[in-house]
T-cell receptor, first 113, second 111 residues
Framework: DVKVTQSSRYLVKRTGEKVFLECVQD?????MFWYRQDPGLGLRLIYF???????EKGDIPEGYSVSREKKERFSLILESASTNQTSMYLC????????????FGSGTQLSVL | RKEVEQDPGPFNVPEGATVAFNCTYS??????FFWYRQDCRKEPKLLMS???SGNEDGRFTAQLNRASQYISLLIRDSKLSDSATYLC????????????FGSGTRLLVRP
């Protein structure tokens, strides 16, 4: 079974802190994604990556950056956390370029106080 | 206007009932379509793909109407374990393929 592991299930940070969310997948997938999920808004794509050191902006990249130094690891960085970044963050990977099946991690619930 | 729209529900049905969800999408260039299921406080998981000819997987039937730009999911003989949020998902191609998620329809199956 594909496993996508997110480093923290719950995280509490203060406004202005730099926050790192880590994601690791064990199936040698090329494609990795970061989404945030908010009530009533569904999942929204923040950033994605189709290859090591490659990244592409999703629909809501403002306030975020990403890093993909190794194929299995995709990190989401909040340079200066703000309260409107309180959300559930979901990492996902897929094996095909058409991304028809995403495998998600169990999510990180981030609270910014 | 959202690219993928769903009725949030909740749909509250008794065990054994048949229930149907619809979803509409706005981008006529959308390439492929899916239903994902998300249990409470869990991650989404692929339930089934949706094909123009319609497809069935046990008690679940998915249909696509490209002309009207809507997708449906029918669940027959509902079980308590079907209680979840069902996410309608559309695969769109810009410079690359991107999955666009609806905000989900919540289903509660009661004994």
């Amino acid at each position: 079974d594909v496993k996508v592991t997110q480093s923290s299930r719950y995280l509490v940070k203060r406004t202005g802190e730099k926050v790192f969310l880590e994601c690791v997948q064990d199936m040698d997938h090329e494609n990795m994604f970061w989404y945030r999920q908010d009530p009533g808004l569904g999942l929204r794509l923040i950033y994605f990556s189709y290859d090591v050191k490659m990244k592409e902006k999703g629909d809501i990249p403002e306030g975020y950056s990403v890093s993909r130094e190794k194929k299995e690891r995709f990190s989401l960085i909040l340079e200066s956390a703000s309260t409107n970044q309180t959300s559930m963050y979901l990492c996902a990977s897929s094996e095909t370029a058409r991304n028809e099946k995403l495998f998600f991690g169990s999510g990180t619930q981030l609270s910014v106080l | 206007r959202k690219e993928v729209e769903q009725d949030p529900g909740p749909f509250n049905v008794p065990e054994g009932a048949t229930v149907a969800f619809n979803c509409t999408y706005s981008n006529s260039a959308s390439q492929s379509f899916f239903w994902y299921r998300q249990d409470c406080r869990k991650e989404p998981k692929l339930l089934m793909s949706v094909y123009s000819s319609g497809n069935e997987d046990g008690r679940f039937t998915a249909q696509l109407n490209r002309a009207s730009q809507y997708i449906s999911l029918l669940i027959r003989d509902s079980k308590l374990s079907d209680s979840a949020t069902y996410l309608c998902v559309v695969n769109k191609k810009d410079s690359s393929y991107k999955l666009i998620f609806g905000s989900g329809t919540r289903l509660l199956v009661r004994p």
